[in-house]
C-alpha cells in the first residue's frame, strides 16, 4: 500500500503523516484501509483503492449475481436484473473523489436536522488529503455495530438498542423521503457505534452514537418516484373503516401496476416489510394477506402448485434505484435480527414501519393519503 499512498500524497508520507499501519483493518473487494496518524496529531484511517481491482472487483462481483441467482431460484422474485444494474453502476463510482463530495453532503445532511443531532455522525473527512485514490478520515474509536454488546462493558441492550435502531432507520426514511439521495450499503461493516461525544444527552439515556461510513455507494430516486413510494408508504398503518381501506387499495394497485408489479400484496410484505413475521399489507384483505405468504412459502419449498401471479410482471417498469432503497432495509433489518434475538418486547420490524410511516408523511410533494 506505501506506494500507492505515497504517489497519492501530496509531499509524500513523510511530510503528512507520523506513520500509517502496514496491516489493514479492513479490505474489500475496492479499497483497503489502513490506520494512521497525521503530524498534527489527528488519529485517521486511510482508505486506498487496491492495485489488482478490476480483477478481485470482477470476481467478487461474479460470485455475488451467482449468491442473488440462487436467491431469485428459492423465491420465485426476480432482483439478478436490479443488481447486474447496480454493480454496473458501482464501477463508475470508483473515484473516491465522488465520494468524498458525497461524503461531506451526507455530513451537512446530518448536522442540519435536529432530529439527528447527536445520535448519528458521519466521521470527519481531512478532505485536503483525499485524491482519486486515497480517501482520507478520522479514526473511529468504536466497533461495528453488530459487536457492539461484545465491544462495550456498559452496553445495556434494552436502554441502547432502541436508541440506535431509532437512530439509524430514522437516518434512512429522512434521507429516502425528504431528499431521495441514500446510502445504498448499510451492511453491518459500514454502520459503527462510538461513544457519545459528551456523554448521554439525558440522564440514564443511551451514551452511544451511531456512525455511518462509506458514501460511496449513493443512489437518487427520482422526484415522481418519491413522492409515489412515500404515498405507498403512508398506507401502512390500519385504515379507519373499509371504505377508506378500498380507497387506498385502488390507489396502491394502481401505482404498482406503474412499477410493473403483479403480486402487489407479496411485493409489500417481501419487499417493504422486508417479509418480517407478522408484516402485512394494510390495504388487503385477511385473506389477500395470507394467500400472498402462502405464495411465498410455496415458492421457497419448490412446490409446483399456488405459486400466485409472478411478484414483477414487467421488471423494466421498476425504477432500479428503488429496489436498492428497499435492499437497504434489509441490510438494516439483519443487524436488529442479530443484535435482538430471545430479546422480548421489542418489535424492530414494527418500529421500522412506524418510522417510515411517520416521515412519508412528511415528504415535500406527495399526495395525500386519503
Known sequence: HGGRIENNTPGGISEIYM???????????????????????????????????????????????????MYESATGTPVKWMMEWAMEELKNEIDFRCEADLHEECAKFVTTHGDLHGRLAVPELHSE????????????????????PEFFFDWDRSRDLPAIHNALETFHAMQIFLTGKFHGDPHPGNVLIRRRPGGAAEPGGCPFQVVVIDHGGYYQLEDNTRKLFAEVWCMMEEPKDEKQRLRRRARLLEIMGMWG???????????????????????ATVRENGDARMHRYNHMREKKEDLGPPVFEDTSKMPPELMKAFGAGNFTRSSWAQLAKGMRGFDYAQLRINIMVKWAKMCPGARKVM
Open 19 to 69: 506513520y500509517i499501519e502496514e496491516e489493514p483493518i479492513n479490505a474489500a473487494s475496492i479499497a483497503q484501509v489502513h490506520r494512521g496518524r497525521r503530524r498534527t496529531g489527528d488519529q485517521i484511517v486511510v482508505k486506498v483503492l487496491r492495485r489488482n481491482l478490476q480483477r478481485t472487483f470482477s470476481h467478487d462481483i461474479g460470485n455475488y449475481l451467482r449468491l442473488v441467482g
Open 129 to 148: 488529503l483525499c485524491t482519486k485514490r486515497l480517501l482520507v478520515m478520522e479514526h473511529i474509536e468504536g466497533c461495528k455495530i453488530t459487536k457492539a
Open 261 to 283: 408489479i403483479g403480486h402487489p400484496t407479496r411485493f409489500v410484505i417481501e419487499q417493504m416489510c422486508s417479509a418480517g413475521f407478522g408484516a402485512k399489507d394494510y390495504t
